[in-house]
């Protein structure tokens, strides 16, 4: 190969080099830009959410459980399941309404057996009540971005009052959805045997923890 040809290639080589460099460059700043554009501005003041109507954003949300299992370690499952609704205004937190529905053959413990035999007729016969409601009865605010929800929680045919403790974690338009956007997190104690799930109980402990982390899209315009 003779000394011009190889020295044009060198040259076509650098510009090439540079050209992916720059691309890369640029790409990484379009990156930049779009998650600046792209990141809601959350608003955690929960007196500034506007009043309205919201639905459960099941693709961002996740509702858990705890038990603590002969005092080595909580065993944790989920309900991949559910849906929920919040309406009201913030100007009069009584008035809020919650509601959220649980489908129990929705269990998830990782463990297809287990499964079954949760859902099964001795703890939480699904085939009989397949779902579980909460509808709730009350608001009371516990600080600019806390409160206390009261309601009935209805679980294997029986109900029976619950509280959950719920943390506002801010609103905002998202670009992505297209719609406003509320974000909470919560969680709750039951006492398993007041919904006559008392399989083993005084071996495993009654207390069963729920932990829901959620968002809530309003429904219609933004």
Request: net charge negative; with cysteine.
């Amino acid at each position: 190969m003779d000394r011009t040809r190889s020295s044009r290639l060198r040259f076509q080589g650098s510009r090439i080099g540079a050209a992916l460099a720059f691309g890369a460059l640029a790409l990484t700043g379009c990156n930049s830009l779009a998650a600046a554009l792209l990141t809601p501005a959350l608003d955690r003041e929960a007196a500034t959410l506007r009043p309205g109507d919201f639905r459960l954003d099941t693709a961002h949300a996740a509702l858990l459980f705890r038990i603590n299992h002969l005092g080595f370690a909580d065993y944790v499952g989920r309900f991949d399941r559910f849906e929920a609704s919040l309406s009201g205004d913030p100007a009069d937190p009584g008035s809020a309404e919650v509601e959220a529905i649980i489908d129990i053959a929705s269990l998830n413990v990782a463990n297809r057996d287990f499964e079954a035999q949760l859902t099964g007729r001795d703890w939480l016969d699904a085939a009989n009540h397949p779902q579980a409601i909460f509808r709730s009865r009350s608001v009371r605010l516990t600080g600019p971005a806390s409160a206390e929800v009261a309601g009935d929680l209805t679980l294997r045919g029986r109900t029976r009052p619950i509280t959950l403790d719920v943390r506002f974690n801010g609103s905002a338009y998202d670009r992505l959805r297209g719609a406003d956007v509320a974000g909470f997190s919560a969680s709750a104690e039951i006492n398993r045997s007041e919904f006559g799930i008392d399989r083993y109980s005084g071996l495993i402990t009654d207390i069963v923890r729920f932990e829901i982390e959620a968002e809530f899209i309003r429904n219609g315009p933004g």
